[in-house]
T-cell receptor, first 114, second 114 residues
Framework: AQSVAQPEDQVNVAEGNPLTVKCTYS??????LFWYVQYPNRGLQFLLK??????LVKGSYGFEAEFNKSQTSFHLKKPSALVSDSALYFC????????????FGRGTSLIVHP | KAGVTQTPRYLIKTRGQQVTLSCSPI?????VSWYQQTPGQGLQFLFE???????NKGNFPGRFSGRQFSNSRSEMNVSTLELGDSALYLC?????????????FGPGTRLTVL
């Protein structure tokens, strides 16, 4: 079965410090992996995705993610956190079947302290 | 390019009533998906429409239904509302709904059932 897991419900980091939000995957074949962010009372916004090629994917707002096949991970990173990065982050992958039924992780709440 | 729009943004209904939510996808997008988001269950896939046909369906009772029009706009209907239907309902569109497609989300409709 296609699935992603976010092992942390919440991540706390001080402003200016690097941040990491973790995601592991269980996907057969070539994985397509996504990160989305949700700010309070808003829908999800696309950050970045991995399809193939370079293992380091750069996305919006200075975020990047590293695809690691040996560890089946796709962690989201940012070198220097901002208070405005505080939000709910979702990792996602396509679900089973020929069409796209995405599977989302449970979400990780990122809190950046001033 | 205009983003995904959802109307209304907020709804308050009572048990037993029915409700219709509307979603206008990004121009050119033919796939529209619906999700229910609650604190306890996270993001759950309801159904996906492509070219006016329901192509994928999540594990929700028949009280939840939807349709898509020829201009790709979509509606979802919930009949005989229950308290547990209180949630944020998100609509997302993509070009084809394929595995590597990015989904673009609307701001959501916050439904409260009293």
């Amino acid at each position: 079965a296609q699935s992603v897991a976010q092992p942390e419900d919440q991540v706390n980091v001080a402003e200016g410090n690097p941040l990491t939000v973790k995601c592991t995957y269980s996907v057969s074949g070539n994985p397509y992996l996504f990160w989305y962010v949700q700010y309070p009372n808003r829908g999800l916004q696309f950050l970045l995705k991995y399809i193939t090629g370079d293992n380091l994917v750069k996305g919006s707002y200075g975020f990047e993610a590293e695809f690691n096949k040996s560890q089946t991970s796709f962690h989201l990173k940012k070198p220097s956190a901002l208070v405005s990065d505080s939000a709910l982050y979702f990792c996602a992958c396509p679900g089973p079947g020929g069409s796209y039924i995405p599977t989302f992780g449970r979400g990780t709440s990122l809190i950046v302290h001033p | 390019k205009a983003g995904v729009t959802q109307t209304p943004r907020y709804l308050i209904k009572t048990r037993g009533q029915q409700v219709t939510l509307s979603c206008s996808p990004i121009s050119g997008h033919r796939s529209v998906s619906w999700y229910q988001q609650t604190p306890g269950q996270g993001l759950q896939f309801l159904f996906e429409y492509f070219s006016e046909t329901q192509r994928n369906k999540g594990n929700f009772p028949g009280r939840f239904s939807g349709r898509q029009f020829s201009n790709s706009r979509s509606e979802m209907n919930v009949s005989t509302l229950e308290l547990g239907d209180s949630a944020l309902y998100l609509c997302a569109s993509s070009f084809t709904g394929g595995e590597a497609d990015t989904q673009y989300f609307g701001p959501g409709t916050r439904l409260t059932v009293l």
